[in-house]
Nanobody, 114 residues
């Protein structure tokens, strides 16, 4: 199982960002996919998920300004966050569960600053 995130970087407050995660080595189309982030000095925060059937979850911290989606043909899950705030700065991880075990991407840094 391999998960590879992309799309992070330095973004000004108020801007938008789209993260991508390509998953291989498991049945992507039959897997729930989620995003977890870790801000500096803080614990992991589970922020969004899209199930294999398309059900969606958003944490309150990103609800209303985020969209998670998936393209099974490309084995890719996306997370768009609008109106970025300084508190959105974190390392963002893509995650899935396969055969009862969680698998994580390597993480990608998102910095929110002018």
């Amino acid at each position: 199982v391999q998960l590879v995130e992309s799309g992070g970087g330095l973004v000004p407050p108020g801007d938008s960002l789209r993260l991508s995660c390509v998953g291989t080595g498991f049945p992507f189309e039959r897997s729930d996919m989620s995003w977890v982030r870790q801000a500096p000095g803080k614990g992991l925060e589970y922020i969004s998920e899209i199930s294999r059937s398309g059900s969606l979850y958003y944490a309150d911290s990103v609800k209303g300004r985020s969209t998670i989606s998936r393209d099974n043909a490309k084995n890719t899950v996306y997370l768009t966050i609008n109106d970025l705030k300084p508190e959105d700065a974190a390392v963002y991880f893509c995650r899935t569960r396969y055969h009862g075990q969680f698998y994580w991407g390597q993480g990608i840094q998102v910095t929110v600053a002018s």
